[in-house]
């Protein structure tokens, strides 16, 4: 298994630029999750998942968009990037079964200038 | 609401115990975690507790929960310089479909 997968791993966009940040993962996990990562900050949920075709909001959702049309693939749309974005995004999945493990991907890079 | 609180830096020397603490807020947490984040890389599952358990062993690793202080530790014995990373506090509420993070404690090694 691959497990999470994140691409791309660093992008610089310019203020106004909008991307799609991909995340998939084969480990046929229905709950899936999107994380910002600001120093000192630790991790804040954006968006997340409980499987295809259902996502719900998280902490801070504005200026992002999510789409889940399979089990597999969570995308992440920033439309109109703003430097208050510039942050590190991680993706990331639960089994199924106890602990409830996230798995998470190697992270995006991401500067907004 | 739900806030997980940790001080962000400590300083080891190599082979003493290391201790990080997290203080939560949410009494009705199920599953208490502690993960860990290598640089340049996603977070990855060290170990947890469940919520009626005081205590965890797993090699060099103690867990310790104090409900009534809503209290987690993570004990690392003989800390060694590959334990150097950022250490997450993590609670799940109400099921497994969210989980809060704490803030990470930065955690140097000094050989």
């Known amino acids: 298994n691959a497990g999470v997968t994140q691409t791309p791993k660093f992008r610089i966009l310019k203020i106004g630029q909008s991307m799609t940040l991909q995340c998939a993962q084969d480990m046929n996990h229905n709950y899936m999750y999107w994380y910002r990562q600001d120093p000192g900050m630790g991790l804040k949920l954006i968006y997340y998942s409980v499987g295809a075709g259902i996502t719900d909001k998280g902490e801070v959702p504005n200026g992002y968009n999510v789409s889940r049309s399979t089990t597999e693939d969570f995308p992440l749309r920033l439309e109109l990037a703003a430097p208050s974005q510039t942050s590190v995004y991680f993706c990331?999945?639960?089994?199924?079964?106890?602990?409830?493990?996230?798995?998470f991907g190697p992270g995006t890079r991401l500067t907004v200038t | 609401g739900e806030d997980v609180e940790q001080s962000l830096f400590l300083s080891v020397r190599e082979g003493d115990s290391s201790v990080i603490n997290c203080t939560y807020t949410d009494s009705s947490s199920t599953y208490l975690y502690w993960y860990k984040q290598e640089p340049g890389a996603g977070l990855q599952l060290l170990t947890y507790?469940?919520?009626?358990?005081d205590m965890k062993q797993d090699q060099r690793l103690t867990v310790l929960l104090n409900k009534k202080d809503k209290h987690l530790s993570l004990r690392i014995a003989d800390t060694q310089t590959g334990d150097s990373a950022i250490y997450f506090c993590?609670?799940?509420?109400?099921?497994?479909?969210?989980?809060?993070f704490g803030t990470g404690t930065k955690l140097q090694v000094i050989p």
């Open positions: 507790i469940f919520s009626n358990m």
């Open positions: 990331a999945s639960t089994a199924d079964r106890v602990p409830y493990e996230q798995y």
């Open positions: 993590a609670e799940s509420i109400r099921g497994y479909q969210k989980v809060t």
